[in-house]
């Protein structure tokens, strides 16, 4: 299945796209308003029997699939050209655990909302495309055998990032947080209709330019030893969010930098999973 969150007529649902349109009920939203208290709620109810209403796509405006109760967990990195192009090519920066920062959840926007260039706190404005990973199980020391059992589903994020705060602050969090840092959606396609999430094409465009493309398969540390490395004394909750880490072909990996500026137009496609489209104004 595939999760939208979606505006109509000043109300907010979410509910089931297909290709028709989005199945939804607001019946049941009354009952689970964000489609994440459907996921913290989702085992032992037959949502089905519930849904009995249609709306056309172009009466639904899709929004971010959730706001994150907690911070969205990144993982630095995660690509081994990527750690390359950041570190001018230093095989001894690739890492040998998984870099773990977080990122506020008030940066989140959904899709087709403007990135703030913010001009006033920083001069170079990055993209990093990235397949996130929505958890729907409770959890702690999880085993990579058993972690992808702890998966809800897939969608996209853009771990939009200041890298001139990201270096002046050392930690991340500033730099990675401003508001709508976060673009996230569209949609989340659940984990049985992913047939390999460890092979699907990721690629980022800038008006048209495509700047990243690589292959999830690329992932140093893939997403069930993610799992098992957060979950290792700390609980995993149902709605908890992965970004997953980011190719190589940031703004900052060319020579000159590329750096975003009001206008541009980013988008990121991930195979099966969909297209998340932002301008940055
Ligand atoms: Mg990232």
Known sequence: MRFVTFKHNRQTYWGIEEEEGIYYSAKLVSVFPTLLSMIENSSGIDFFKEINQFIQHSEAKILAPFIPRKNIMCIGKNYRDHALEMTG???GQVPKSPVIFTKSPSAVIGPNEAIDAHEMETGQLDYEGELAVIIGKRGKNISREDALDY????????DVTARDLQKKHQQFFRGKSLDTFGPFGPSVLTKDEVKDPQSLSIQTFVNGELRQSSNTAHMIFPIDQLIETLSDGMTLEPGDVIATGTPSGVGKGFNPPKFLKSGDR??????EIGVLENDVV
């Open 151 to 158: 998966v809800f589903g897939y969608t996209i994020f853009n």
């Open 266 to 271: 980013v988008r990121i496609e991930i195979d």
């Open 89 to 91: 090519n230093d095989e």
